[in-house]
Protein backbone atom coordinates (compact mmCIF):
# COMPACT_ATOMS: atom_id res chain seq x y z
CA UNK A 1 0.00 0.00 0.00
CA UNK A 2 1.40 3.87 -0.93
CA UNK A 3 2.09 5.12 2.54
CA UNK A 4 3.42 9.01 2.74
CA UNK A 5 4.92 9.46 6.62
CA UNK A 6 6.33 12.92 7.84
CA UNK A 7 8.60 13.76 10.62
CA UNK A 8 8.53 15.35 13.00
CA UNK A 9 4.30 15.64 13.49
CA UNK A 10 5.39 19.28 15.48
CA UNK A 11 8.29 21.68 15.23
CA UNK A 12 8.88 24.79 17.48
CA UNK A 13 12.17 26.75 15.89
CA UNK A 14 13.25 30.14 17.33
CA UNK A 15 13.81 32.89 14.58
CA UNK A 16 16.74 32.24 12.21
CA UNK A 17 17.08 28.53 13.75
CA UNK A 18 17.83 26.32 9.91
CA UNK A 19 16.02 23.05 10.27
CA UNK A 20 14.16 20.25 8.25
CA UNK A 21 11.37 18.43 7.58
CA UNK A 22 11.23 14.79 6.68
CA UNK A 23 8.92 13.03 4.33
CA UNK A 24 9.49 9.41 3.29
CA UNK A 25 7.50 7.19 1.21
CA UNK A 26 6.64 3.96 -0.20
CA UNK A 27 4.98 3.79 -3.71
CA UNK A 28 5.38 1.41 -6.26
CA UNK A 29 6.78 3.80 -9.06
CA UNK A 30 6.95 7.58 -8.22
CA UNK A 31 5.31 9.79 -10.99
CA UNK A 32 6.42 13.20 -8.25
CA UNK A 33 6.74 14.03 -5.24
CA UNK A 34 4.65 17.46 -4.05
CA UNK A 35 5.34 19.78 -1.40
CA UNK A 36 2.30 22.52 0.08
CA UNK A 37 2.23 24.69 3.00
CA UNK A 38 -1.18 25.07 4.88
CA UNK A 39 -2.14 27.98 6.37
CA UNK A 40 -5.67 27.30 8.83
CA UNK A 41 -8.21 27.68 7.51
CA UNK A 42 -7.23 28.32 4.45
CA UNK A 43 -6.42 25.51 1.20
CA UNK A 44 -2.93 24.01 0.10
CA UNK A 45 -0.71 26.21 -1.37
CA UNK A 46 1.54 24.56 -3.88
CA UNK A 47 5.17 24.88 -3.14
CA UNK A 48 7.43 22.40 -5.02
CA UNK A 49 7.09 19.30 -7.48
CA UNK A 50 10.02 16.92 -8.01
CA UNK A 51 10.54 13.93 -9.87
CA UNK A 52 13.51 12.29 -9.46
CA UNK A 53 16.50 11.42 -6.79
CA UNK A 54 18.78 14.04 -6.81
CA UNK A 55 16.73 17.20 -7.74
CA UNK A 56 16.50 19.99 -5.46
CA UNK A 57 14.16 22.81 -5.78
CA UNK A 58 14.74 26.32 -3.76
CA UNK A 59 12.22 29.52 -3.07
CA UNK A 60 13.05 32.17 -0.82
CA UNK A 61 14.00 30.41 2.34
CA UNK A 62 12.51 26.74 1.29
CA UNK A 63 14.61 23.86 -0.03
CA UNK A 64 13.78 21.04 -1.38
CA UNK A 65 15.34 17.58 -1.76
CA UNK A 66 14.92 14.13 -3.50
CA UNK A 67 15.98 10.87 -2.73
CA UNK A 68 14.67 7.08 -3.58
CA UNK A 69 12.82 6.61 -0.22
CA UNK A 70 12.43 10.49 1.19
CA UNK A 71 12.55 14.27 0.09
CA UNK A 72 13.66 16.81 3.01
CA UNK A 73 12.11 20.52 3.43
CA UNK A 74 15.03 22.56 4.36
CA UNK A 75 14.15 25.70 5.88
CA UNK A 76 17.18 27.86 6.06
CA UNK A 77 16.68 30.92 9.09
CA UNK A 78 13.23 30.42 9.71
CA UNK A 79 10.99 33.92 10.09
CA UNK A 80 7.71 33.89 11.96
CA UNK A 81 5.73 33.73 8.80
CA UNK A 82 6.91 30.66 7.50
CA UNK A 83 5.28 29.13 10.55
CA UNK A 84 1.98 26.70 8.42
CA UNK A 85 1.59 23.10 8.64
CA UNK A 86 3.68 21.57 5.48
CA UNK A 87 2.60 18.71 3.64
CA UNK A 88 4.01 16.08 1.40
CA UNK A 89 2.10 14.27 -1.14
CA UNK A 90 3.59 11.58 -4.09
CA UNK A 91 1.21 10.89 -6.79
CA UNK A 92 0.72 7.34 -7.10
CA UNK A 93 -1.14 4.13 -9.81
CA UNK A 94 -3.24 2.17 -7.63
CA UNK A 95 -5.54 -0.21 -9.88
CA UNK A 96 -5.09 1.86 -12.78
CA UNK A 97 -6.27 5.04 -11.38
CA UNK A 98 -4.01 7.85 -9.90
CA UNK A 99 -4.10 9.66 -7.37
CA UNK A 100 -1.90 12.03 -4.60
CA UNK A 101 -1.32 9.95 -1.52
CA UNK A 102 -0.89 12.81 1.58
CA UNK A 103 0.98 12.70 4.66
CA UNK A 104 -0.78 14.11 7.68
CA UNK A 105 1.79 16.95 7.29
CA UNK A 106 4.15 18.97 10.04
CA UNK A 107 3.34 21.54 11.94
CA UNK A 108 6.01 24.69 11.76
CA UNK A 109 5.89 26.97 14.24
CA UNK A 110 8.80 29.99 14.34
CA UNK A 111 8.89 32.25 17.35
CA UNK A 112 10.29 36.05 17.09
CA UNK B 1 -5.68 34.97 -12.63
CA UNK B 2 -8.10 34.16 -10.30
CA UNK B 3 -8.08 31.19 -7.95
CA UNK B 4 -9.79 28.20 -7.21
CA UNK B 5 -13.18 29.14 -5.63
CA UNK B 6 -14.97 26.80 -3.41
CA UNK B 7 -19.04 27.44 -2.69
CA UNK B 8 -20.40 27.56 -0.13
CA UNK B 9 -17.52 27.91 2.40
CA UNK B 10 -19.26 26.86 5.62
CA UNK B 11 -22.31 24.14 5.27
CA UNK B 12 -24.17 22.45 8.51
CA UNK B 13 -26.75 19.67 7.80
CA UNK B 14 -28.17 16.99 9.66
CA UNK B 15 -27.70 13.25 9.49
CA UNK B 16 -29.49 11.07 6.33
CA UNK B 17 -29.34 14.56 4.17
CA UNK B 18 -27.61 15.09 1.30
CA UNK B 19 -24.74 17.92 -0.09
CA UNK B 20 -23.97 19.47 -2.98
CA UNK B 21 -20.68 21.48 -2.96
CA UNK B 22 -19.48 23.37 -5.94
CA UNK B 23 -15.69 24.02 -7.76
CA UNK B 24 -14.55 26.70 -10.01
CA UNK B 25 -11.05 25.83 -11.34
CA UNK B 26 -8.43 28.48 -12.17
CA UNK B 27 -8.93 29.50 -16.02
CA UNK B 28 -7.94 26.91 -18.96
CA UNK B 29 -7.40 23.88 -16.29
CA UNK B 30 -9.43 20.87 -17.34
CA UNK B 31 -8.56 18.91 -14.38
CA UNK B 32 -10.37 18.93 -11.00
CA UNK B 33 -9.89 16.87 -7.67
CA UNK B 34 -11.78 17.11 -4.44
CA UNK B 35 -10.21 15.74 -1.26
CA UNK B 36 -11.49 15.49 2.00
CA UNK B 37 -9.40 16.71 4.86
CA UNK B 38 -9.97 15.47 8.85
CA UNK B 39 -7.86 15.95 11.74
CA UNK B 40 -7.38 12.00 11.99
CA UNK B 41 -7.03 11.12 8.51
CA UNK B 42 -5.52 13.83 6.90
CA UNK B 43 -5.96 14.92 2.54
CA UNK B 44 -7.70 11.90 1.39
CA UNK B 45 -8.26 11.85 -2.64
CA UNK B 46 -12.16 11.32 -3.47
CA UNK B 47 -11.69 11.51 -7.43
CA UNK B 48 -10.39 13.88 -9.97
CA UNK B 49 -12.12 15.02 -13.69
CA UNK B 50 -10.91 15.76 -16.81
CA UNK B 51 -12.60 16.78 -19.36
CA UNK B 52 -15.91 15.76 -17.74
CA UNK B 53 -15.29 12.29 -17.14
CA UNK B 54 -13.78 11.45 -14.25
CA UNK B 55 -10.72 9.69 -14.37
CA UNK B 56 -9.61 8.92 -11.17
CA UNK B 57 -11.20 7.60 -7.95
CA UNK B 58 -9.95 7.32 -4.43
CA UNK B 59 -11.14 5.09 -2.06
CA UNK B 60 -14.69 5.99 -1.15
CA UNK B 61 -17.98 4.74 -0.86
CA UNK B 62 -20.83 5.27 -3.80
CA UNK B 63 -22.38 8.03 -1.50
CA UNK B 64 -19.96 10.38 -2.63
CA UNK B 65 -20.20 11.45 -6.57
CA UNK B 66 -19.71 13.86 -8.38
CA UNK B 67 -19.80 15.21 -12.06
CA UNK B 68 -18.06 18.16 -14.02
CA UNK B 69 -19.64 20.78 -16.60
CA UNK B 70 -18.64 21.92 -20.43
CA UNK B 71 -16.95 25.04 -18.56
CA UNK B 72 -14.67 22.83 -16.27
CA UNK B 73 -16.96 23.49 -13.30
CA UNK B 74 -17.05 20.51 -11.02
CA UNK B 75 -19.97 19.85 -8.31
CA UNK B 76 -19.72 17.14 -5.55
CA UNK B 77 -22.83 15.31 -3.93
CA UNK B 78 -22.90 13.59 -0.75
CA UNK B 79 -26.18 11.75 0.01
CA UNK B 80 -27.37 10.41 3.45
CA UNK B 81 -25.07 12.17 5.46
CA UNK B 82 -23.33 10.49 8.39
CA UNK B 83 -21.53 12.35 11.23
CA UNK B 84 -18.05 10.84 10.04
CA UNK B 85 -18.70 13.12 6.89
CA UNK B 86 -18.12 15.99 9.03
CA UNK B 87 -14.70 17.52 6.99
CA UNK B 88 -13.17 20.21 5.28
CA UNK B 89 -13.58 19.66 1.57
CA UNK B 90 -11.01 20.92 -0.94
CA UNK B 91 -10.86 21.06 -4.76
CA UNK B 92 -7.79 21.30 -6.87
CA UNK B 93 -7.56 22.19 -10.23
CA UNK B 94 -4.23 21.60 -12.61
CA UNK B 95 -3.87 21.33 -16.25
CA UNK B 96 -2.07 17.58 -15.20
CA UNK B 97 -0.87 15.99 -12.45
CA UNK B 98 1.87 18.72 -11.93
CA UNK B 99 1.16 21.71 -9.20
CA UNK B 100 -2.34 21.25 -8.07
CA UNK B 101 -3.71 24.33 -6.99
CA UNK B 102 -6.68 24.22 -4.25
CA UNK B 103 -9.02 26.52 -3.24
CA UNK B 104 -10.11 27.74 0.07
CA UNK B 105 -12.33 24.48 1.07
CA UNK B 106 -15.78 24.52 2.32
CA UNK B 107 -16.45 23.18 6.04
CA UNK B 108 -19.42 20.66 6.25
CA UNK B 109 -20.83 20.37 9.41
CA UNK B 110 -22.63 17.32 9.74
CA UNK B 111 -25.24 16.97 13.47
Known amino acids: EDQVTQSPEALRLQEGESSSLNCSYT??????LFWYRQDPGKGPEFLFTLYSAGEEKEKERLKATLTKKESFLHITAPKPEDSATYLC?????????????FGKGTKLTVNP | KAGVTQTPRYLIKTRGQQVTLSCSPI?????VSWYQQTPGQGLQFLFE???????NKGNFPGRFSGRQFSNSRSEMNVSTLELGDSALYLC??????????FGPGTRLTVL
Open chain 2, 49 to 55: YFSETQR
Open chain 1, 89 to 101: AVQATQGGSEKLV
Open chain 1, 27 to 32: VSGLRG
Open chain 2, 92 to 101: ASSLDWTGQF
Open chain 2, 27 to 31: SGHRS
